[in-house]
């Protein structure tokens, strides 16, 4: 048939996914209720999660690395490059984050041993809080330890791990190999603590300064700058502030006992020098006292006193070359006997000014200093640690190199030292013997006077040093609390807020994308460009007669409404034959074409409806009538069109039924009676309304669609999948089906939304709908 005057000429598909935010929006506000659950939801997790979690305190400071500058008292540590102003600043952080370092804080604090509150839902720690202290005798270091601890009385406690033991304060208790004792802190009431449930929890000291360290912060204020901010996080902001003013402490007393060290060295050197000289001294003083007794001759004459004053000279050249000599034996020996090269006496201490064999002892100390400071028993796996192993074992084989070439001159220069005061020697030959005698005897005291002067000139210059030595680490701005930082209440609460709000609407947009069902009118034009004729309401009573049953019901009015655009598309002609179709059972086609029929007939148009679907016949079942003879009868030849057609209760409302199941249904259609069918009944009726099968499952609707001046195709809400009326407006548009439009079915109106739900639908497969009917008609009467 010819297509209508409103027909669009369209022949193709849109297929736009693009999503719809104004139906996203409506969902929410049909769904508000979710939403206020989910915000209510998350800000009641927000508002548990910041009443029981415990606080994090954030403790800062700041300290300022000076310059160290040379001692004006004397020159004894001039050039010292462990303490001159090319200090390393970026190795102070790691010295500062040392393991060995915050070992010592540790110690000191006794942090090894923790005690906590127990309470119903938290385990807070009881720093300062509680009445007692534990003192570990031995075995801390055999991993960590964790007992129930009760106090009873004033003088008892249990301490339970698998038994409960009770103990009396100041017992000395052994569990494996951990042996400590529990004491009361002086001045301190337990009557408050009685059967308070305390956990006490003791750790090796290497344990918990590694955990230090990891959370230690510590970075230069600025670049070029010599200030170092220091920063740690933690749960008790007692604890963390007594820490970080225990490291300051901690990192000014090793700054000052390393710059102690080279004067202490030095002096303890110098002290073994002097004890050896100074029974030597004692020795020749007597000598030169009994010479002096003995003999008339006290004083030299004036040749003998210029050989003395040469063989002086030479002899005080000589004596700085042997304390050379004593220096490089002193540095072999412990270069080859000790593997703890930071201990090593500094050449300037003994008044060698070589600048290369200076500048490799000090890197020497400084490398083990470091060593020793970033390392702890996993150094070895270290490769920061191995790579100064390396550069340690380099300078060694340097230093040994250099003291070869420095004895190498120094025995050039003693050879010729040797010469010189042999040929002076030589010159006392000719002196009296009494004057030789004093002047051997003077010439071995005043050299070993001269040498023992000079000693003690050095160690009153490193005692002087030691006494003047300041450390370099001045507190800039000292251990304070900035507040706690976790948790963050305001940013949890509106982090739960918007999080309530946003899951809703995430769920609602996913929703959205993935649901593969029509859910409206806007659905249908993006899919497809069949024209929309009309919707159907929700029907929630039983039966499909409602336009009969309940005229004034809304969905009646729809169907009225339906009514009317059916004339408005067709062209308001006197006769006509309306095909309802649709992709799936289950849509309402059924449910639509009886009560368009009805509608129909209630206007006064005499109406006859047919049951086209011959392979699951139901339609008869609405009106209560049979099924005997109808579709299958007429078309097989074997009835009249006066016998297959039945009245309804329903004034001008007919029924042709689809009569017994033949078992080929398509070819019947098929057969040139089917348009003589159409042609009687349009004499018969004003309108002819037809019930096909579902179009996406079998052919017969193509059939049916020839004769029909108009098609309707039924979608239902929320129920027809998207891509059965995409393969519908695929028929629309290569022109297998013309003159159609959309019935939107089952629309379920709720707030400012639409909401889903229809129960009406039955089932269909391409077997006959797996039925197993057998019709009990001669199957040749469907025969051709």
């Known amino acids: 048939m010819a297509e209508s005057f409103l027909e669009q000429d369209i022949r193709q598909s849109p297929q736009s996914t693009t999503l719809d935010y104004k139906r996203v929006l409506y969902r929410a506000l049909q769904f508000w209720y979710l939403i206020v659950l989910s915000i209510v939801v998350a800000v009641s997790i927000a508002f548990l999660y910041n009443r029981y979690s415990v606080p994090v305190f954030e403790i800062n400071a700041s300290i300022i690395i000076r310059e160290t500058q040379e001692p004006s008292e004397g020159k004894f540590l001039y050039n010292n490059p462990i303490v001159s102003p090319y200090r390393n600043y970026y190795n102070e952080i790691y010295i500062i984050r040392s393991i060995p370092l915050i070992e010592r804080v540790i110690d000191s604090l006794n942090f090894g041993v923790l005690f906590y509150r127990q309470g119903k839902v938290l385990t807070i720690d009881a720093y300062h809080h509680v009445p007692v202290e534990a003192k570990v005798i031995a075995g801390a270091e055999n991993g960590s330890h964790a007992f129930d601890l009760t106090i009873i009385n004033e003088s008892q406690f249990i301490l339970s791990v698998d038994n409960q033991v009770t103990y009396q304060f100041g017992d000395t208790i052994t569990i494996d190999n951990l042996k400590f004792i529990i004491v009361r802190k002086n001045g301190r009431k337990l009557e408050t603590y009685y059967n308070d449930p305390f956990l006490l929890t003791i750790h090796s000291t290497l344990a918990v300064s590694r955990s230090y360290a990891s959370r230690l912060e510590a970075k230069w204020a600025e670049q070029g700058a010599s200030v170092v901010n220091l920063r740690i996080l933690g749960q008790n902001q007692q604890r963390e502030l007594d820490f970080m003013r225990e490291l300051i402490s901690a990192y000014q007393y090793y700054d000052l006992e390393k710059k102690n060290q080279t004067a202490t060295r030095a002096i303890r050197f110098i002290d073994h020098q002097l004890s050896s000289i100074r029974d030597s001294l004692r020795f020749f003083e007597i000598q030169l006292e009994k010479f002096k007794d003995k003999n008339v001759v006290t004083d030299l004459g004036t040749e003998a006193l210029r050989v003395f004053q040469k063989l002086e000279q030479l002899e005080t050249q000589k004596t700085a070359i042997l304390i050379n000599e004593n220096y490089y034996k002193y540095l072999r020996d412990y270069l080859s006997k000790s593997t703890n090269h930071d201990q090593v006496i500094l050449p300037t201490s003994v008044g060698i000014q070589d600048p290369v064999l200076t500048n490799l002892v000090a890197s020497m100390v400084e490398l083990q200093l470091e060593v020793k400071l970033y390392g702890d028993v996993d150094r070895m796996r270290n490769p920061f640690i191995a790579d100064k192993q390396s550069r340690l074992s380099a300078i060694k084989r340097d230093i040994l190199e250099s003291l070869a070439s ?93 999080g309530g709000l946003i899951l809703p609407f995430a769920l609602f947009i996913l929703f959205e994308i993935m649901n593969t069902r029509v859910q409206s009118k806007e659905d249908i034009e993006k899919i497809t460009h069949m024209p929309f004729i009309g919707g159907v309401g929700h029907n929630t009573t039983e039966g499909n007669l409602i336009v009969y049953e309940k005229p004034k019901s809304a969905v009646a009015e729809s169907f009225r409404a339906l009514r009317s655009n059916i004339g408005y598309f067709t062209g308001y002609q006197d006769k006509k034959i309306i095909l309802i179709t649709s992709s799936i059972s289950g849509e309402g086609k059924t449910f639509t074409s009886v009560n368009l029929a009805t509608v129909l007939s209630l206007s006064g148009k005499k109406t006859v409806i047919i049951g086209a679907d011959m392979r699951k016949p139901r339609l008869y079942t609405d009106f209560k009538l049979e099924n005997n003879i109808g579709l299958s009868n007429y078309l097989a030849g074997i009835a009249n069109l006066k016998e297959i057609v039945q009245p309804t209760p329903i004034e001008n409302l007919y029924l042709l039924s689809s009569g017994p199941v033949p078992p080929n249904p398509s070819e019947l259609l098929m057969r040139p009676k089917l348009a003589d069918l159409f042609g009687g009944l349009l004499k018969e009726y004003d309108y002819v309304i037809i019930d096909s099968p579902p179009i996406n499952l079998i052919a017969d609707a193509f059939e049916l669609a020839k004769y029909a001046h108009h098609t309707l195709y039924v979608v239902r809400q929320n129920y027809t999948p998207k891509e059965a009326l995409r393969m519908v407006a695929d028929y629309y548009g290569d022109g297998r089906l013309r003159n159609i439009s959309v019935v939107l079915n089952d629309i379920f109106k709720s707030g400012l939304g639409y909401g889903y739900g229809y129960g009406y639908g039955y089932g269909y497969s391409y077997n006959y709908y797996g039925y197993g009917y057998h019709s009990k008609v001669q199957d040749n009467y469907y025969e051709d």
């Not at 420095?406 to 040797?418: C, M, R, V, Y």
């Not at 005291?445 to 023992?452: F, K, S």
């Not at 002067?453 to 009153?460: A, D, G, I």
């Open 406 to 498: 420095l004895e190498a001159t120094d025995k050039i220069k003693s050879d010729q030292l040797n010469k010189q005061i042999s040929d002076a020697e030589k010159q006392l030959a000719y002196l009296p013997a009494a004057e030789r005698q004093l002047v051997t005897i003077q010439r071995n005291y005043t050299l070993l006077e001269n040498l023992y002067v000079f000693l003690m000139q050095r160690k009153s210059e490193a005692e002087i040093s030691k006494e003047s030595n300041v450390t370099d680490i001045q507190v800039v701005n000292d251990p304070q609390v900035s507040g706690p930082i976790s948790p963050k209440k305001v940013q949890n609460y509106t982090i739960a807020f918007a």
